[in-house]
């Protein structure tokens, strides 16, 4: 198992044109991330198009976690449609729906689980120069998603999963992204018979599994 993923790959892309190297990227990253996280993943053949909207409104996605994306499958092959108006964030985009080709299709749209998701893609593109501006984007979604929620605070489970996944990842021999995934396989009925639970659930059993796995190095 890698205990670190390079990213390198994602570099300097967002101007690139030529559709067919953008794909090789995609899938060079789809390797790098199935050897990185050594699970295979639920869909192995895939395929990057892009389309150019004459009224962008796929911004407006009633699923947060799929905007800027519209997905289909295609002669057993999974399609992933990105507009192009909003190319400039293609290294989030590709991070999101590679991550996506790991999680088991029953749980695959539990908000909290692609809250994680996208909390791990802000760690791993840190130093992107658009990271505020897709935070802030995914923040004002959910923001807009509690004003219609009664009793529900997703801006708090938000920050409380980013610090705590960005804490782990620099303090902790143990990997929360590689455990998380893993978790997701192992667990998929407990996910999605709690899902309201699973942030504190995933907080109990990472911590367990980190001091277990610390008390016998």
């Known amino acids: 198992m890698i205990g670190v993923i390079d990213l390198q790959i994602l570099e300097n892309i967002t101007g690139e044109k030529n ?11 789809f390797i790098k991330i199935q050897k990185y996280l ?8 895939v395929k990057v198009t892009f389309v150019k909207s004459k ?6 996605s009633r699923d947060i976690f799929s905007i800027f994306v519209n997905r289909y499958n295609l002669d057993n092959i999974l399609i992933i449609e990105i507009d192009e108006n909003y190319k400039k964030f293609i290294n989030f985009i590709f991070l999101r729906e590679i991550y996506n080709l790991f999680v088991p ?21 840190a130093k992107s120069s658009l990271l505020n501006e897709w935070r802030a984007l995914i923040r004002e979604r959910l923001e807009n998603i509690d004003l219609l929620s009664l009793g529900v605070n997703r801006l708090s489970m938000y920050d409380r999963l980013e ?3 960005n804490y782990i990842s620099s303090n902790n021999q143990q990997n929360p992204i590689q455990f998380f995934f893993k978790y997701l396989r192992e667990n998929t009925a407990l996910i999605r018979d709690r899902f309201e639970d699973f942030e504190d659930i995933f907080f109990l059993e990472f911590t367990n599994f980190s001091l277990y796995n610390d008390d016998h190095i």
């Not at 559709?19 to 990253?29: A, S």
């Not at 050594?38 to 053949?45: F, G, Q």
């Open 55 to 60: 009224t962008p409104n796929i911004a407006k």
């Open 105 to 125: 299709n029953k749980i695959k749209n539990q908000e909290i689980v692609q809250i994680i998701i996208n909390q791990i893609i802000l760690i791993q593109l």
């Open 38 to 45: 050594d699970l295979k993943p639920y869909h192995t053949k």
């Open 163 to 165: 610090h705590f996944i």
């Open 19 to 29: 559709e067919g190297n953008l794909n090789r990227v995609f899938q060079n990253l």
